[in-house]
């Protein structure tokens, strides 16, 4: 079987855990779990479920009556999929696209005052995902089936928005200096 690309493998691991999905639920649920750090165009959950139904991961069943959705069901085949996916720790290397770390690493070409504006600007941007992480975390739900995932993925996303604040807020405060603080 061909490899699979992430957003093939998050169509499995969402129907997996919620049961069968139309490409519209799919996309619901993208945005309340990977969508905050694996970002997925939505015409992508719609390109996926066939593509998978064709090589027999996901079955489809159309609605006979009413808007006919598309709803898609996982096979055995396509747990498998999923499960062997999950047995290998391997994964290939993470990919940052920053833009702000982009811009920074050109500052100096322009005003003197501009990494010191950056700075600002992406500490502001940081404490408001902080404390969207924050809210998450209040509000979990203990008795969901995916709360220690949620809760984990929150716990790292939180620790990686609370060092970004702090460099932001460091470099912000000296913009000649390296955002490092001192302890």
């Not at 593509?51 to 709803?71: I, K, M, S």
């Not at 720790?89 to 010191?116: H, I, M, S, W």
């Not at 979990?140 to 929150?154: H, M, Q, V």
């Amino acid at each position: 079987m061909k490899e699979l690309t992430p957003s093939q493998l998050i169509v499995l691991g969402l129907i997996a855990r919620h049961g069968p999905m139309t490409p519209y639920d799919l996309k619901a649920g993208v945005e309340e779990s990977v969508g905050h750090y694996w970002p997925i165009p939505h015409a992508q959950l719609y390109r996926d479920p066939p593509r998978l139904a064709e090589l027999g991961l996901l079955r489809e069943e159309a609605e006979e009556h009413g808007r006919r959705r598309r709803v898609f069901h996982l096979t055995d085949a396509g747990h498998q999929a999923l499960l062997d996916w999950l047995a290998d720790p391997a994964t290939p290397e993470p990919e940052t696209r920053n833009p702000a770390l982009l811009k920074l690493t050109f500052a100096d070409l322009g005003p003197p005052d501009q990494v010191a504006r950056l700075a600002a600007a992406q500490a502001a941007r940081h404490r408001h995902w902080r404390d969207a992480y924050r809210h998450q975390r209040a509000r979990l739900d203990p008795d969901a089936p995916d709360t220690p995932a949620r809760a984990r993925l929150i716990t790292l996303g939180l620790a990686h928005e609370q060092a970004y604040v702090a460099f932001w807020e460091t470099l912000a405060a000296d913009p000649a200096g390296t955002g490092e603080s001192t302890p």
